[in-house]
């Protein structure tokens, strides 16, 4: 028993002595004497606790089932048991022009733009299994399903964990970190699209198959570089035969806290791509469909800023979101006609074009938000060469649009957007949208 026991045993025996004060040989025997029975009994005391500690853990232990074997090193018993979450994503749209008939006069596009189908249709349904693989790796694998029932490979990457200083690399297929709004799911997004500038540019949203490097500095203030190394296979590249990497990635990202209740992220990023024979349908002067084949090196870069707003960083109740981007694109590179396209032979082409959005969404009370975006693209500077069936053009495709939407818990959410979309002259096409998102499983945190 520890010194700081008999003291404290001493201190309850001078408090129950008759006379607080001795001051004869008598009086101070006496104390001892009680002090030694105090102890006497303390220790028995606590030798019949043990005792009974031992005997009742006997009798568990023989009561008790053998426990099962240890499953041997590299046994794949127990040894994987990744998160798993579902999310769930339809809508029902109301457009007042053809979608087939989407296109974005002046601009070479991919095939994934415009605004989706008319009527129900499955919006972008993922399942996402992630977990970590052992004290190095991480790993995670989402697939999305499409409305029109094709299912593929959305990201299956890797990230090393042990990465020292601060650098985190990541390997295989993953949403790149080009822009802002492209690393975030299609469920995160504020409003049912991407903006007309991601459409233009980046194909709806960039990924690549490749290798990323994020470092964070070590300071109190936020900021990230990075890189990537891709194979270019998604617009604005194409897919190529070929060793080596076809497109590469630079980025940065800084930000930080403004008292308790604001803060911002500001980023830069630059995409580099090679395309070969990428097949891109634009429109002639006389409203005819052109498809032609690009061979070249296409270029985007894109600034981002975002501002947030929470009374005393408490965003249950009320909250601000304010952020916008601009992307610009430079192309070089030769023209091809397609099969039965009417276009005289190769030709050189140049591109200088840009495009913005600017998006502000409020949460006015629990559960319930309101949003606004404006987004336009720049024709720029095109030289088509000897092309002859394509023309520069002065128009800006622009749209404006208008949601509301209701989060009755942070696995679902239901939406209502308006937008008014003048992508070609003389052409407004009025768009109604509902939407549905519900999360099933275990669903990690969104991007800032």
């Known amino acids: 028993m520890s010194s700081s026991h008999w003291w404290l045993a001493a201190l309850f025996a001078g408090a129950g002595l008759s006379s607080a004060h001795a001051t004869g040989e008598d009086d101070l025997r006496e104390i001892r004497r009680q002090i030694d029975e105090l102890k006497a009994n303390y220790e028995a005391r606590i030798q019949a606790l043990e005792q009974r500690l031992k005997e009742t853990e006997s009798r568990n232990a023989q009561a008790a089932p053998p426990p099962a074997p240890a499953a041997p090193a590299g046994s794949s018993l127990a040894a994987f048991n990744p998160a798993i979450s579902a999310i769930l994503s339809g809508r029902y749209a109301n457009l007042s022009q053809d979608p087939d008939r989407f296109r974005l006069r002046g601009f070479l596009t991919g095939d994934d733009i415009g605004p989706g189908r008319r009527g129900f249709s499955l919006a972008e349904s993922e399942l996402t299994l992630s977990a970590n693989v052992d004290h190095k790796f991480a790993g995670a694998l989402t697939f999305s399903i499409a409305n029109d029932n094709s299912v593929e490979v959305e990201e299956a990457y890797g990230v090393l964990l042990a990465a020292p200083a601060g650098f985190t690399p990541k390997f295989g297929r993953?949403?790149?970190?080009?822009?802002?709004?492209?690393?975030?799911?299609?469920?995160?997004?504020?409003?049912?699209?991407?903006?007309?500038?991601?459409?233009?540019?980046?194909?709806?949203?960039?990924?690549?198959?490749?290798?990323?490097?994020?470092?964070?500095?070590?300071?109190?203030?936020?900021?990230?570089?990075?890189?990537?190394?891709?194979?270019?296979?998604?617009?604005?590249?194409?897919?190529?035969?070929?060793?080596?990497?076809?497109?590469?990635?630079?980025?940065?990202?800084?930000?930080?806290?403004?008292?308790?209740?604001?803060s911002w992220l500001a980023g830069l990023s630059l995409l580099r791509a090679h395309a070969t024979d990428r097949v891109s349908t634009s429109i002639s002067p006389a409203g005819e469909d052109v498809s032609v084949a690009f061979s070249g090196t296409s270029r985007v870069a894109a600034a981002s800023f975002v501002w947030k707003y929470a009374p005393e960083g408490n965003s249950q109740v009320t909250n601000l979101k304010v952020q916008g981007e601009y992307l610009w694109r430079r192309e070089e590179g030769s023209l091809a006609p397609l099969e039965f396209t009417p276009i005289g032979g190769d030709s050189s082409y140049r591109s200088r074009q840009g495009g913005w959005y600017v998006q502000g969404v409020y949460q006015f009370m629990p559960a319930w938000r309101a949003g606004v975006r404006y987004d336009q693209l720049d024709p720029g500077s095109v030289d088509y060469g000897g092309t002859a069936v394509l023309e520069a053009t002065d128009f800006r495709p622009r749209r404006a649009a208008a949601m509301l939407d209701w989060s009755p818990s942070e696995f679902s959410r239901v939406r209502l957007q308006y937008a008014q979309s003048k992508t070609a002259a003389g052409l407004t096409d009025n768009q109604w949208f509902i939407q549905y998102i519900l999360s099933l499983g275990a669903h990690g945190a969104h991007k800032y």
């Open 174 to 262: 993953f949403l790149s970190a080009q822009g802002y709004l492209n690393e975030q799911h299609a469920h995160a997004w504020d409003f049912v699209d991407t903006p007309l500038a991601y459409q233009a540019f980046l194909g709806g949203q960039y990924r690549t198959d490749g290798v990323q490097v994020k470092w964070v500095a070590p300071l109190e203030h936020y900021v990230e570089i990075g890189g990537e190394l891709g194979a270019a296979e998604a617009f604005p590249g194409s897919a190529r035969s070929r060793n080596g990497a076809g497109s590469g990635v630079l980025f940065a990202r800084t930000g930080g806290d403004i008292g308790t209740s604001h």
